[in-house]
């Protein structure tokens, strides 16, 4: 994969992060600076997700601890165990918002 197909999906990805916090009823502050997506909940927790160019990796931190993902044609998933970012993006957010969150890609 280039750095601009990268670039290209990568982006596509943290865009529909942001849309799928924008319709979910849970109370979630999204900020987006750079390539780097921050959400906030109401308890004061984070989840940030940012995008790391030189590995072509998705990086995400939260309270669980830190993961990166790489694109494997269809999926980001985790390069330790093989989990799907929106899955575990989705849980890690139901854990914080205290409610269920459902984030897909596209």
Known sequence: MTDTEYLALAEATLD???RGIDTTD???ECER????LTLEFESGAK???NLQLPMHEVWMA???GGFHYRHDGRYWRD?????ELFAELSRAASEHAG???VLAAG
């Open 47 to 49: 989840i940030i997700v």
């Open 16 to 18: 529909a992060i942001e």
């Open 33 to 36: 600076s750079g390539n780097v």
């Open 26 to 28: 849970a109370d979630i």
């Open 79 to 83: 390069t330790r165990d093989a989990s």
């Open 62 to 64: 939260s309270k669980s």
């Open 99 to 101: 409610e269920p969150v």
